[in-house]
């Protein structure tokens, strides 16, 4: 009930294509859906961030949709380039009785954008 | 350049070394966390501070030893660790529940 699906494992796209990703989660008790890129040798980077009473969050060339109902979330990127070839988390996030969040990440996307 | 700083970058340790990781944030985060990233893995929570005090410990061995001496350091103290421990080590931060975590760039740890 923990855990957050991810797919695909690996995506390639042409330059100026839509990457997409989708994950899934079971517990109710998520209630805030972060999405990270992390490169080689980085940490995690946030790139956007979705709360559950929203539908659709964009920030650039990046979108979240996002349904409640059937407990799933994605991540539209727009206008793919090179520099998007990363790897993506998504994560759902609930509150800790002692304070701070604990983030359940799913199990990664690598993209990759050809020219 | 992230706002979560760690040090050291790289680490190489044998199985009875003792030796600590280090993590400065200067956000006023009142939330710290140690995370472990094995490659093509998704990063697993080991540790929660939260006003600098242990919040949460996932059944992290105790050859692992988290420290925060205030609320802007932490620390990760390492003793007798196995091969297996080798990763990279994550220290994050986040103000409350609906803000990000911020992740620094992690030490990446080797343990012969």
């Known amino acids: 009930q923990q855990q957050v699906k991810q797919s695909p494992q690996s995506l390639i796209v042409q330059k100026g294509g839509i990457s997409i990703i989708n994950c899934a989660y079971e517990?109710?008790?998520?209630?805030?859906f972060p999405w990270y890129q992390q490169f080689p040798g980085k940490g995690p980077a946030l790139l956007i961030a979705?709360?559950?009473?929203?539908s659709e969050k964009k920030e650039g060339r990046f979108t979240i949709s996002f349904n409640k109902s059937a407990k799933q979330f994605s991540l539209h990127i727009m206008d793919s380039q090179p520099g998007d070839s990363a790897t993506y988390f998504c994560a759902a996030s609930m509150e800790l009785t002692g304070g701070g969040n604990k983030l359940t990440f799913g199990t990664g996307t690598q993209l990759k954008v050809e020219l | 350049d992230t706002e979560v700083t760690q040090t050291p970058k790289h680490l190489v340790m044998g199985m009875t070394n003792k030796k600590s990781l280090k993590c400065e944030q200067h956000?006023?985060?009142?939330?710290m966390y140690w995370y472990k990233q094995k490659a093509k893995k998704p990063p697993e929570l080991m540790f929660v501070?939260?006003?600098?005090?242990?919040?949460i410990n996932e059944s992290v061995p105790s050859r692992f030893s988290p420290e925060c001496p205030n609320s802007s350091l932490l620390n990760l103290h390492l003793h007798a660790l196995q091969p297996e421990d080798s990763a990279l080590y994550l220290c994050?931060?986040?103000?409350?529940?609906?803000?990000?975590?911020?992740f620094g760039n992690g030490t990446r740890l080797t343990v012969t």
């Open positions: 956000m006023g985060h009142r939330a």
């Open positions: 979705i709360r559950p009473d929203v």
């Open positions: 994050a931060s986040s103000q409350d529940m609906y803000s990000p975590l911020h």
């Open positions: 517990n109710t008790a998520f209630d805030y």
């Open positions: 501070y939260s006003y600098e005090k242990l919040s």
